[in-house]
């Protein structure tokens, strides 16, 4: 792979497509060749993303796959659930590396067809590319990016899934407002949002799915449960893990198990605190802390990610890191904002 790669985003206009320019712009190996969008097309990219001013000369362009496939080594998708399978046969076959942010493919096509209600129209393989689980994402072409609950839901609990001490599974998440996409909603109005937390989908969400597989695959559970909630935040997703155990452990048994799974995973960060959002906000990592209930065999652990950036466009840029042959934290070395 070349030591610099030209990449495009397809679908560049929203939250995700702002992250993957912000993150790309300062990465020592891409040159941010082109940003796509249907609406905005012919427009500077600074004047959607007001924060990359002085940073790119951009314009937003219409999609040519043609164009694509001359002028880019990596694409990103970050389009609309159901879209992704119009544009992946155009751009697969022609070496291009490719990593979708959208689910189309992430699931089993049964499983997606049940889950999002869609007739999937192009129904190939792709690695889940959630790294700490599958390192089969280096030297692969194409890639699914995990969706930004199901991160911080897994990473969780894979260390006592793998274990084959997990029983049930309960994970509660709350969200940041930008999860929701960049166009506004009755969720997202402010009168509705501020000082007020709201659940949604209580026991169906799609995104259950995600965990499911890959929690699964792992190893055997009886059970996978998970209600998000939409807090008065812009950025970060915190999950409390309820995981009810087989047999008792010790606080020093989990932590070994922890330390030795994520070993090799520079974005896994192991706390001795509870997470905060504060310190991962901005950035690749996912923050996780434990405690064992004294009076049971619940386990319940504490993740703190970005949703924007592990939870999406970092993870992405991690995904092809590994995928051109890079390492995995160039470009995403970055602290946490806090305060």
């Known amino acids: 792979m070349k030591d610099k790669v030209n990449a495009g985003i397809i679908g560049a206009s929203g939250y995700t497509g702002g992250e993957l320019m912000r993150l790309l712009l300062n990465h020592p190996h891409v040159n941010l060749e082109m940003a796509t969008s249907r609406k905005l097309a012919g427009q500077n990219v600074s004047k959607k993303h007001a924060h990359l001013a002085g940073m790119t000369s951009l314009e937003f362009e219409e999609l040519d796959p043609v164009a694509v496939r001359q002028r880019c080594d990596v694409v990103f998708l970050a389009v609309p659930h159901g879209s992704a399978m119009d544009i992946v046969p155009q751009l697969i076959d022609s070496g291009l590396i490719v990593v979708d942010l959208s689910a189309d493919y992430r699931l089993d096509v049964d499983q997606f067809e049940k889950v999002y209600g869609i ?37 969780a609990a894979a260390p006592v899934v793998k274990a084959g001490l997990a029983d049930i599974t309960v994970f509660d998440s709350k969200s940041g407002i930008t999860g929701a996409g960049v166009n506004p909603s009755q969720a997202s109005h402010y009168p509705n949002m501020a000082e007020n937390i709201q659940p949604y989908k209580l026991t169906t969400h799609r995104h259950q799915a995600e965990i499911w597989q890959e929690l ?53 960060r192991l706390v001795d605190d509870i997470p905060a959002l504060g310190n991962v906000r901005g950035s690749n990592f996912c923050d996780i802390g434990f405690e064992i209930d004294a009076n049971s065999n619940r386990l319940v652990v504490i993740s703190a990610i970005d949703n924007l950036v592990k939870g999406a466009s970092g993870q992405a840029i991690q995904n092809m890191n590994l995928m051109c042959g890079f390492r995995e934290t160039d470009g995403l070395w970055n602290a946490g904002l806090a305060p």
Do not use: M, W
């Not at 990016?145 to 991160?151: E, M, V």
């Not at 010790?250 to 330390?259: G, T």
């Open 216 to 268: 699964n695959a792992l190893g055997n559970i009886d059970s996978v449960n998970f209600t998000p909630h939409v807090i008065p935040a812009i950025r970060g997703i915190l999950t409390t893990a309820h995981i009810f155990l087989k047999e008792e452990c010790s606080k020093e048994d989990i932590r070994q198990l922890y330390d030795s799974f994520y070993s090799d995973c520079p974005f896994v």
């Open 119 to 155: 007739k999937h129209r192009d129904p190939r393989k792709a690695v889940f590319g959630l790294v700490e689980l599958h390192p089969e994402v280096k030297g692969k072409t194409f890639v699914a990016n995990p969706g930004c609950y199901p991160t911080g839901a897994t990473l």
